[in-house]
């Protein structure tokens, strides 16, 4: 498995500001997911981060809000823009690891946003 | 992404019980079942998952079965205890065989399972 690590681990955001969210891995991982659940509900999919490309967006998310950000196999960023109330969430990054005869998924802890 | 249904919403199991927790998918194309564990104020935690070319694994009081003709999996969790008590989630992608291939995960919307001592 892997040791996942998330940065801030919470914060309380003013509306109209943006929040990049930061995402440590100790092992090198090709690809990297970003999720967000919301209050009470389900994991949702935000867009798949590999390394060397564009981060693809899932439907109803769109890289204008969502900034991704790659630089390396063990590090990514999520930027929350121009934020409001709805984007009161928890941000989940999650790596997929090559173990025995298959590929599993991690996440790591969250970042717990709030926005007022 | 392709729906994944799951069900109870909500689960009360005494202590010692079975709890058993149903998913149903649509996308044959998956082929990675996994479930997870949460608890408040944390990230889903990997709990058990399985792919579909076997019908059931087990792993200490956890145990994953695939019907695959019916595009059902199911957790079971034997002599339950209050520890147990957490917010379930069963999900599905397209991970692939050789490594490196994955696909995001599709969730189903959960199970608040409480065990009564």
């Known amino acids: 498995s892997a040791v996942i690590s998330q940065k801030p681990s919470r914060d309380i955001c003013q509306r109209g500001t943006s929040l990049t969210i930061q995402c440590q891995v100790d092992?090198?991982?090709?690809?990297m997911f970003w999720y967000r659940q919301q209050p009470g509900q389900s994991l949702t999919l935000i867009a798949t981060?590999?390394?060397?490309?564009?981060?693809?967006?899932e439907s109803g998310f769109v890289i204008d809000k969502f900034p991704i950000s790659r630089p390396n196999l063990t590090f990514s960023t999520l930027t929350v823009s121009n934020m409001s109330p709805e984007d009161s969430s928890i941000y989940l990054c999650?790596?997929?690891?090559?173990?025995?005869?298959?590929?599993?998924?991690?996440f790591g802890p969250g970042t717990r946003l709030t926005v007022l | 992404q392709q729906q994944v249904k799951q069900s109870p919403q909500s689960l009360i199991v005494q202590k010692g019980g079975i709890s058993i927790i149903n998913c149903a998918y649509e996308?044959?194309?998956?082929?990675?079942f996994p479930w997870y564990q949460q608890f408040p104020g944390k990230g889903p935690a990997l709990l058990i998952a399985?792919?579909?070319?076997?019908s059931e694994k087990k792993e200490g009081r956890f145990t994953i079965s695939f019907n695959k003709s019916a595009k059902q999996f199911s957790l079971h969790i034997m002599d339950s205890q209050p520890g147990d008590s957490a917010t379930y989630f069963c999900?599905?992608?397209?991970?692939?065989?050789?490594?490196?291939?994955?696909?995001?995960?599709?969730f189903g919307k959960g199970t608040h399972l409480i065990i009564q001592p």
């Open positions: 092992s090198q991982v090709t690809m």
């Open positions: 981060a590999n390394q060397g490309s564009e981060a693809t967006y």
């Open positions: 999650s790596v997929v690891f090559w173990e025995g005869s298959q590929d599993t998924q991690y």
């Open positions: 399985i792919r579909p070319d076997v």
């Open positions: 996308n044959t194309a998956f082929d990675y």
């Open positions: 999900a599905a992608s397209m991970l692939g065989y050789s490594g490196g291939g994955a696909d995001g995960l599709t």
